[in-house]
């Protein structure tokens, strides 16, 4: 790479990384487009750090996956111009016959060379933000791991003719563990402990949540204005979204965040498709909790919940599924909006307006 690094100028190189757990495979491309050098290289920031240190400015593509957050900044804070690809965009890497981690580092080469546009970049949100999610997942991770050993504890006990207690699960160990049978104390009872070993891990990191809203993220209090969106999937919301203002439109948060439907228009055929779930997964699923509990008897009255409804009496439990998504989506906007405009949230604005009739109870 000597002569590389002595006679190239910004953006006459484009580099292709193909990341690996264990290595990169490197794809150096020259202005014209011919390979000037292949080459492996031990994925870690270290090995990162004296391969590219010295090259000069240039253009690296690399793909979005577990390294990419460290491996882009460290490029990008080296001087170099860091493209991350969108996965979804690469379809034509993983179809291809002869896939190997060579061939992937010079396509990710010659069209971040050709054009950047076609990988729909993506820009990772920062270290910090990412810590912060990762506390969120984490809980996530337990709650689902309790809820899991406790549907086990409860079928384990059932072809022995006996059934444990309806109760939440944060008290399922103190009001179940008497009604364990005898004999199923050695496989149950190590369970238990296991079960309030997280109840006291979640305690805790639902406390460190509660005062990085109140904290750090004040914000978080105009977005729980809304009944049935607690702390949790508003913080989750704005370190996901991190810079409000990155929409031009507000409706376009529910399309990043992958609530909208597919398209896959021919002529004048436009069939109905599933949503494309191209957006963050753990947000999305605290989205459709949310739209589930706001459509529930428990939800308020509000504008929302009202016009979901009316999707979901268009027909079967396909309507009411769509219906929770659609309010998903809408419930996003919402939130979006809160957090721009810093209103305070009328749940029937839109009905007030309209005249339509407003319960008693929903008067202020």
């Keep these: ?3 590389i690094t002595t006679t190239t100028e910004r953006s006459k190189l484009t580099v292709g990384l193909d990341i690996g757990d264990r290595f990169t495979q490197v794809c150096v491309l020259d202005e014209d487009g011919e390979v000037l050098e292949e080459a492996r290289v031990t994925t870690s920031p270290r090995a990162f750090q004296q391969r590219f240190a010295a090259m000069p400015p240039a253009r690296l593509v690399l793909e979005a996956g577990t390294h990419s957050l460290w491996a882009s900044r460290l490029l990008g804070e080296l001087g170099h111009e860091v493209i991350v690809a969108n996965p979804r965009m690469l379809r034509f890497i993983y179809g291809n016959n002869s896939k190997n981690d060579r061939a992937d580092a010079d396509y990710l080469a010659r069209v971040g060379k050709l054009d950047p546009g076609l990988l729909h970049p993506i820009v990772h949100r920062s270290e910090e933000n990412q810590g912060y999610l990762a506390l969120l997942r984490s809980r996530d991770i337990l709650v689902h791991t309790r809820a899991r050993l406790v549907t ?26 008497e009604h364990i049978p005898e004999i199923l104390a050695p496989a149950l009872v190590p369970v238990f402990g296991i079960i309030s070993v997280l ?78 779930k191209a957006g963050d997964k753990f947000l999305r699923s605290l989205l459709v909790e949310c739209a589930q509990y706001m459509l529930s008897s428990r939800g308020e009255d509000s504008d929302l919940k009202r016009w979901g409804l009316k999707l979901a009496e268009r027909g079967g439990k396909a309507a009411k599924k769509r219906a929770v998504v659609a309010v998903a989506r809408k419930l996003s906007v919402l939130l979006l909006r809160l957090w721009t405009t ?7 604005r839109n009905a007030r307006k309209r005249g339509d009739p407003i319960p008693s109870a929903a008067v202020s």
């Design 152 to 177: 086990h504890a409860r079928g384990l006990v059932k072809p022995f003719g006996f059934k444990l207690p309806r109760c939440s699960t944060t008290a399922f160990v103190k009001k179940a563990q």
């Design 199 to 276: 109840n006291d891990q979640i305690r805790e990191m639902d406390g460190k949540i509660e005062a990085l809203a109140h904290e750090t993220y004040r914000e978080t209090a105009l977005l729980t204005q809304v009944q049935g969106v607690g702390t949790l999937t508003t913080l989750a919301f704005m370190l996901t979204i991190e810079d409000p203002s990155r929409f031009p439109r507000a409706r376009a948060v529910g399309s990043y965040l992958g609530l909208r439907p597919r398209q896959d228009e021919s002529g004048t055929l436009k069939p109905q498709l599933h949503i494309t």
């Design 342 to 348: 810093g209103e305070t949230y009328e749940p029937l």
């Design 1 to 3: 790479m000597s002569d």
